[in-house]
């Protein structure tokens, strides 16, 4: 994990740039596809819904939340990806709705520089990179 300096156009970019997004998310679907069968089931994106933690903590803060209400959230969060609601999501189901989320961030954060703390293998930083060093980002 490092700090990094990112606003609205650093996101933007990236989502722009075509190619490097897709390579990017490409990527990360391939490492969450862990049976290898090029879909995403519900139990292959909870793992990734889970290891980021975002409902459990609060600035970092670890938050006891109800385990009903989390599971909620965690199958919402499944179907908002399966567009064709299927039970499982393809590539191109994951990097559209990655993209809406990604620039849903970069309207949220606007185009003030603000720093935050990026894991090294996110998407976020992927974009950081990408803006610092476009031939070497994906």
Known sequence: MSVEI?????????VEDEEAFNVCVSDLFTQLDTDKDGLLSYAEMLKELQRLRVFETHFGVDVKRDPDELARVYESMFVQ????LNGRVDLEEFKEETKQIMLAMANGLGFLPVQMALEHDSLLMKAVQREYCPKIAA
């Open 81 to 84: 990806f399966d567009h064709d």
């Open 6 to 14: 990112l606003d609205g156009a650093t996101i933007v970019g990236f």
